[in-house]
């Protein structure tokens, strides 16, 4: 017992520092790449990209037509749908998974259910 009274502070700072080293593991949602490439359609030019941060819980959107700015998004999910809301906590896109036979992996959707990109992993080799 003497033990533990002197040393409770580092065997407790031993404890979190391995809680914290397991925690972007467990919090990282294995469904999703680390990444999505998204277009509006087949054709077009520019490429978003989405990444999805370490811990998973941020998303990193950039593309590479100079006229647009980067964002940040906090992702959060219900059900099999991810919602990617800006910093003052607004739904500004939500990632649904493409169910049956689609020609993207994933789906980029407006709030109100109107889709705005078709997104993949890796784009398809006709695309690039």
Not at 8 to 27: T, V
Request: aromatic fraction near 18%.
């Amino acid at each position: 017992m003497k033990f533990l009274k002197q040393y409770w502070k580092h065997l407790l700072g031993i404890w979190l520092f391995f809680i914290l080293l397991h925690l972007p593991n467990y919090l990282k949602n294995p469904d999703l790449p680390t990444q999505l490439l998204c277009k509006p359609n087949l054709t077009t030019k520019y490429t978003d990209k989405f990444k999805f941060g370490g811990v998973g819980l941020f998303v990193y959107r950039s593309d590479n037509n100079p006229s647009t700015n980067n964002e940040i998004f906090i992702r959060t999910k219900k059900l099999n749908e991810y919602y990617l809301r800006n910093i003052n906590n607004e739904v500004k896109f939500i990632i649904k998974e493409s169910q049956g036979i689609a020609k993207s992996d994933y789906g980029l959707y407006y709030e109100g259910g109107y889709k705005y990109m078709s997104c993949w992993s890796s784009l398809p080799s006709e695309m690039k």
